[in-house]
């Protein structure tokens, strides 16, 4: 069956993270705090945001797309669009935009799908399931009232459509006087604020007093008659609003990065990248002068830029949180006002790897030599049964683009999803790439304490094996504020958290732009505060971002050379099995034929095929008829080898077959493992050359398995070691530090393995010896860090027996057997 397109949207989902739009730009910084800040006083119901599955042009090709995306698209079939709800609860489900007119919906099930979508599993991209608009109905901005024609007044954040002082009434008058009442009960409010505050929010008072002064000029104009439902509803959504906007500002409750401290010059810039679901045209706190605009791959069009309300919302929140302008009185603060931008739109197309090749090519041309892209999305999968779960397999043109952007030395910031579970093959995907840096959200848990003490990762953020770093990403109380249509509004998620340290990386670039792609990582992570331990570990990663720290560091920093495979480009890239993940050599198909298969008989079934040359595999290739030989059948370059293959297979004469694979003596980029003699002996120690194990040669064909697992019965292992931990095998059966034997196998908490010496469930080394030969086992290969063990990928299972002075009791020992 020929593989389906898995289409991935990049949305972000936290526990109840949501986006607040406020239409009208903030004119000054002080007037965001109460927004920033502010809290509904009422518990407002949260609309579960839904996940719409529609077809797109290509049959083959299903996204995932967000309902307040410009991808609405009418089905040519009588096919029921596919929702996937999100649960207000612990655990939050992918998650995208809600629109009103998109929550009705009707599930998938096996009875009403089609028999095609049924047979296969859709794998598509998501926004960061967490980062999601908030609810009409708890918006914590400050809704505007503008006077429109005929006198009417509309409210912006209500449906353009509706009037809110129509020509007739339903309600008694004496509730005229009622409204006129708390009206003024309002102003005085205002009038309390503008006299205790400082002048700069004497304005802003004052347009609010304006407004409602023209309503209660209304209202007493219309007093002899009845008033709507509707104006009721107004003056209860404006009285919850001033009740709001006098509140005292509540102190933002996520680490804040100061970046108009940094003033580095345009030249040291590197090209900032942003590929996410479209971007406003018209904000006013973004200099568009900036950006250079990428494809949409979405609506198939060169122009990512989307009306309000289509689904931007996310994608300028994620810009603005970047490269929002500084100091301008308007809006927010960015990271980075200088860089220059590049903007693409694919979360929701499911081609996010061509917008990343795109981007490449882009950087490349313009000369520069430094690039990062910001890529705040997950992976999902639609499966056979319509359900939606993350997926945890890169599909072969994401790794060839992903390394495309690492050979040309852009790098990558990656979100580590948002629904509290272990992260999908894009935030895992650091492991094999170290181009990419994985970035979780925090939340600050107490703002009276140090740093280290008061944050934590948010509960909504997913954690795992790759998790780099943590930064603020805001939660449902206080999300977090940024550019949002030509205003402002709120988002939480790890969305959120990836765009700062996109931001943070393009000014530790500024501040020494001769650093590689790995330093900056590395900066980045030697920087970070450390918050539950001293060490990397698979919740917090390494610890909290710490810019001001990073950019010290970097500047501090002697930039160094290091060895990289031969740049490639696009046109150079050989195809990649998609059975394999391994790359081929076109127009060749290697091909075993069973004894006693004649010349003419191998000869006229390759001419079946279509085969333009038949060569043996070697020169002195058997041609006896009576032994099996191989042979190279050769095809036009662009000959469809997947169809050739299948028919081969099914040949009586064949007896097995390959594609002409690429394959490689794999070099590890462990900056230590020229160390390492035992595995590769060059002399380099004065010994003999070639007296070792043949590491490379191995790794050539294979690298080890996490499906494989190794037990060191030692001094127990150092399983938080940034060179072990992603190696260290996990019991998913048991729940840390809960003292219950979760999984009945007669060992509490034995999460990592177990302590046989002081019969508990935390075997952490504490004489070095077991981390040692855990380490030539399995220290994790091509993390940039330290050494690498015979096994690159492996999952080590540390079992305590020996003490810290290296003895034990046989009773010990036959027990951790």
Known sequence: MVATNVLVTEVEKPETTELALAENPVESEKETKPIEAVKSHKNAEVKPPLVSVKETEKSENTAVISPESSVDRTLEETQPAVTVESQESAEVKPSLPVKDNDLETVPV?????????????????????????????????????????EGEFILENFPPSVDILPAFSEVDNSIAANLIARLESMKQSLNDLRSADDPSQ?????????????????????????????????????????????????????????????????????????????FAGNNPDIDYSRITWGQDRVDGDADPRIEPGKGNEHGTHVLGIIAATQNNAIGINGINEKAPIWAGRAIGSGKWAESLVEYVDFVKASGKKNAVINLSMDLTQVNPDGTTTTRYELTPEERSAIEYARQN????????????????????????????????????????????KAFDRASYSSYGYGLDVLAPGGTIDNPELSTVGDGVGMMAGTSVASAKVTGAISQVWAANPKLNYRQVIQIIKDTATDLKSPDWDEESGIGLLNVAAAVDLAIAT?????????????????????????????????????????????????????????????????????????????????????????????????????????????????????????????????????????????????????????????????????????????????????????????????????????TDGDPMDDEGHGTHVAGTIGAVGNNNIGVVGVNHNVSLMHLKFLDSGGFWFYRQRCASN
């Not at 049924?118 to 918006?139: F, H, K």
């Not at 001033?242 to 509140?247: G, K, P």
């Not at 509290?420 to 009276?448: H, P, W, Y």
């Open 409 to 452: 030395n852009v790098l990558l910031a990656v979100p580590a999803g948002n629904d509290g579970s272990v992260m999908s093959a894009l935030g895992q995907a650091s492991q094999k790439f170290d181009n990419i840096i994985t970035v979780g959200a925090a939340e600050r848990i107490n703002d009276e304490i140090a740093i280290s």
């Open 202 to 278: 004497g304005s802003s008072s004052q347009d609010w007093i304006d407004r409602l002064n023209k309503l209660t000029e209304t209202l007493l104009a219309n007093e002899s008659a009845t008033v709507s439902d509707k104006t009721v509803a107004l003056v209860e959504k404006l009285e919850e609003t001033i009740d709001r906007l006098i509140q005292p500002p509540i102190e933002q409750p996520l680490q804040s990065i100061d970046a108009s401290q940094f003033d580095f010059p345009l030249e040291n810039q590197p090209i900032i990248g942003v590929i996410d679901t479209g």
């Open 558 to 758: 002697e930039p160094i050379n290091f060895p990289k495979d031969d740049v490639i480009g696009p046109g150079d890239r050989l195809p990649v099995d998609p059975l394999t993940g391994v790359e081929y050599k076109p127009g060749e198909i290697l091909v075993k034929f069973k004894p006693g298969v004649t010349e003419t008989e191998i000869s006229m079934l390759a001419q079946t095929q279509g085969a333009i040359a038949l060569e043996n595999l070697f020169v002195g290739s058997p041609t006896d008829s009576t032994n099996g030989q191989w042979k190279v059948l050769k095809f036009e370059p662009n000959a469809d080898l997947e169809l050739i293959r299948a028919a081969l297979a099914l040949d009586s004469n064949v007896a097995g077959l390959e594609l002409n694979y690429k394959l490689s003596i794999n070099a590890t980029r462990d900056p230590m493992v020229n160390s390492l003699w035992g595995l590769n002996n060059t002399g380099q120690t004065g010994g003999s050359a070639d007296a070792d194990i043949d590491a490379p040669e191995a790794w050539g064909i294979q690298t080890g398995s996490k499906d494989v697992t190794v037990a060191v019965i030692d001094t127990g292992g150092d399983y938080r070691h940034q060179d072990l931990a992603a190696n260290t095998w996990r019991n998913t059966g048991e729940i840390a530090g809960n003292g219950v034997d979760d999984d009945n196998n007669g060992f509490v908490d034995d999460v990592h393995g177990y302590d046989f010496v002081n």
């Open 109 to 149: 099930t096996a009875d009403n799908k089609s028999e095609e979508l049924q047979e296969r599993e859709i794998v598509s991209e998501t926004m960061v399931g967490s980062d999601r608009p908030i609810s009409q109905d708890s918006l914590p901005t400050l809704p505007t009232v503008d006077e429109a024609i």
